[in-house]
C-alpha cells in the first residue's frame, strides 16, 4: 500500500511563495508517477503539475511560468514550488501517485494553500 504525506503550505500574500512536499513510502518510488491536485469545496479536483517517474513535467495552463514540480528519487519525495501566487490558487492541494505496475491511484489527505489578496 502506497502512503502519502503531504507537508507544506498555510498561508501567502498576492506574489508570495510556499513549497508543498510529499513523502512516498509502501513501495519502489521508481514505479510511481506523481503529480499535484488541487480541489475546492463543491469542485472536482484539478491536476496542476504531474511529472513522471523519468522526470518529464506537465502543468495546468494557468500555472505554467509559477509552479515547479520536481522528485527525488534518493528522499522518495515530490515537491511543488509555487511562486507568484494569485488569490485563485487558494484550494487544498492533494499529492497523487500512479502505481504502474499495480495500476492503482492512492492519494494524499491534502494541505491547505491560501492566498490571500
Known amino acids: 500500500q502506497v502512503q502519502l504525506v503531504e507537508s507544506g503550505g498555510g498561508l501567502a500574500q498576492t506574489g508570495g511563495s510556499l513549497r508543498l512536499s510529499c513523502a512516498a513510502s509502501?513501495?519502489?518510488?521508481?514505479?510511481?508517477?506523481m503529480a499535484w491536485y488541487r480541489q475546492n469545496q463543491g469542485q472536482q479536483r484539478q491536476l496542476v503539475a504531474s511529472?513522471?517517474?523519468?522526470?518529464?513535467?506537465r502543468y495546468l495552463d494557468s500555472v505554467k511560468g509559477r509552479f515547479t514540480i520536481s522528485r527525488d528519487g534518493a528522499k522518495n519525495t515530490v515537491d511543488l514550488e509555487m511562486s507568484n501566487l494569485k488569490p485563485g490558487d487558494t484550494d487544498v492541494y492533494f499529492c497523487?501517485?500512479?502505481?504502474?505496475?499495480?495500476?492503482?491511484?492512492?492519494w494524499g489527505r491534502g494541505t491547505q494553500v491560501t492566498v490571500a489578496s
Open positions: 497523487n501517485a500512479y502505481h504502474i505496475g499495480w495500476r492503482t491511484m492512492h
Open positions: 511529472i513522471t517517474r523519468s522526470g518529464a513535467p
Open positions: 509502501g513501495t519502489n518510488f521508481n514505479d510511481l508517477d
